[in-house]
C-alpha cells in the first residue's frame, strides 16, 4: 500500500522560498507511472491544487501559481518535492502530497498524504 | 475556469436519516467520449486528508460504504449518504477533473453534522 508523507520546514518568512519534500513509500517512483501533487488548504478553508509531476518529469502547475512554482521529482530517492518563491501570509496553508488516480493526469487523487503546516510569517 | 459551487454550507442530519449534498458546475463536466463525468467526492474528517470516495460522479472508490452514492450528469450532481452513521460527519467536496489546465477544481465544501 503506497504511503506518502510531507516534510518540510513548519515557519517561512515572507518574501523567501517555501521548501517541501513528499517521501513516497510502498512502492518505486521509477517503476511505477503515476503522477504526483501537490494540493494545500488554507486554515479552515477549501482545497486548491498547486500542481503535478510525471515519474518522468514532466509538470502541469497551477496557471495562478506558475510564476513561482517548481515542481520536481528524484526517483533514486522515491521523492517529490515543491518550491514557492516570494511566500506571502496568504501561502499559510497545509500541504498535501498525493497520487493521481490509476496513472493518468485528468482523474482524482486516490492517496493523499497527513498533510504538512506552513505558516508564513516573520 | 470552471468554477464547483455547493449546496447547503452545513447540513445537520439525524443518526439512520439520508443526507442529501448538492454540487454543481459552471460548464459541463461531462465528455461524450468516454461517455463519462469527470467529477469526485472526497470526505475530509478534522485533522486528516481528504479521503477518495466517488469518481465519474457514481463509481464507489474501494473500500466505501454502500450507503454512500454519486449521481448527476453535465453540471449537476448529488451526493448521498443513506443511513448516516456517527463516523460520517466531516466536510464533503466535490471536484471536477475535466478542465485542466487550469486546474482540479474543488467544491467550498459541505459540513455534515449529527442532528
Known amino acids: 500500500q503506497v504511503q506518502l508523507q510531507e516534510w518540510g520546514p513548519g515557519l517561512v518568512k515572507p518574501s523567501e522560498t517555501l521548501s517541501l519534500t513528499c517521501t513516497v513509500s510502498g512502492g518505486s517512483i521509477s517503476n511505477s507511472p503515476y503522477y504526483w501533487a501537490w494540493i494545500r488548504q488554507p486554515p479552515g478553508k477549501g482545497l486548491e491544487w498547486i500542481g503535478s509531476i510525471y515519474y518522468t518529469g514532466n509538470t502541469q502547475y497551477n496557471a495562478s501559481l506558475t510564476s513561482r512554482l517548481v515542481i520536481s521529482v528524484d526517483t533514486s530517492k522515491n521523492q517529490v518535492s515543491l518550491r514557492l518563491s516570494s511566500v506571502t501570509a496568504a501561502d499559510t496553508a497545509v500541504y498535501y502530497c498525493a497520487r493521481h488516480m490509476g496513472g493518468y493526469f485528468r482523474v482524482p487523487f486516490d492517496h493523499w498524504g497527513q498533510g504538512t503546516l506552513v505558516t508564513v510569517s516573520s | 475556469d470552471i468554477v464547483m459551487t455547493q449546496s447547503p454550507e452545513f447540513l445537520a442530519v439525524s443518526l439512520g436519516e439520508r443526507a442529501t449534498i448538492n454540487c454543481k458546475s459552471s460548464q459541463s463536466v461531462y465528455y461524450s467520449s468516454p461517455n463519462k463525468n469527470y467529477l469526485a467526492w472526497y470526505q475530509q474528517k478534522p485533522g486528516h486528508p481528504p479521503k477518495l470516495l466517488i469518481y465519474?460522479?457514481?463509481t464507489r472508490e474501494s473500500g466505501v460504504p454502500d450507503r454512500f452514492s454519486g449521481s448527476g450528469s453535465g453540471t449537476d450532481f448529488t451526493l448521498t449518504i443513506s443511513n448516516l452513521q456517527a463516523e460520517d460527519v466531516a466536510v464533503y467536496y466535490c471536484?471536477?477533473?475535466?478542465?485542466?489546465?487550469?486546474?482540479?477544481?474543488f467544491g467550498p465544501g459541505t459540513k455534515v453534522e449529527i442532528k
Open positions: 471536484q471536477q477533473y475535466y478542465s485542466t489546465p487550469p486546474g482540479f477544481n
Open positions: 465519474w460522479a457514481s
